[in-house]
């Protein structure tokens, strides 16, 4: 599936919605990508799950991680597709429960693809992979879903890494 078409497919869900919203990063836009809506339909995850496994080398990933509680069902399905181990990283301060940081397993010298659903900055998925790398994970691959194209790319790549996205606002698809 091209670029575009996973563009439509996500805009067509109903998961860009307008008006306006507060974003994670605190910025102010007018335009939403809700991730629950095209995260939660098996049809449209199937396909996204699809198009980030074959981006992955099963052969050089050891875990997929993503961000708690957004990228849960993104992680869980391509843990399952690609038969490889899923973590996941609790952000901010509250942590109930166990308390950890990390839910799975992230050892020293594993090697690991963050996952994401959505960028606009990148502050998450960066944030995710600085915890990866202080516990002794290698990050590997950071990938999202949609691109907001909102300085993510660059922003990522100023701090040493590369983002993969599989489709991008203003290029794959308008809001």
Known sequence: ????????????????MTGKFKLSDGSLTDYYIDKYVFETKPDILSIITDEIVDQIDEDEIDVVVGPALGAVPLVTAVSLEARIPAAYIRMGEKHRGTQARVEGTIEKGMRVAVLEDVTSTGN????????????????EQLITVV?????????????GYELDFLTRVGEDFQV
């Open 1 to 16: 599936m091209s670029d575009t078409e996973l563009g439509t497919l996500i805009e067509d869900s109903g998961a860009v």
């Open 124 to 139: 998450t998925i960066l944030e995710t992979a600085k915890l990866v790398e202080e516990i002794g994970g290698l990050v």
């Open 147 to 159: 691109d907001r194209n909102a300085g993510a790319v660059e922003h990522i790549r100023d701090e």
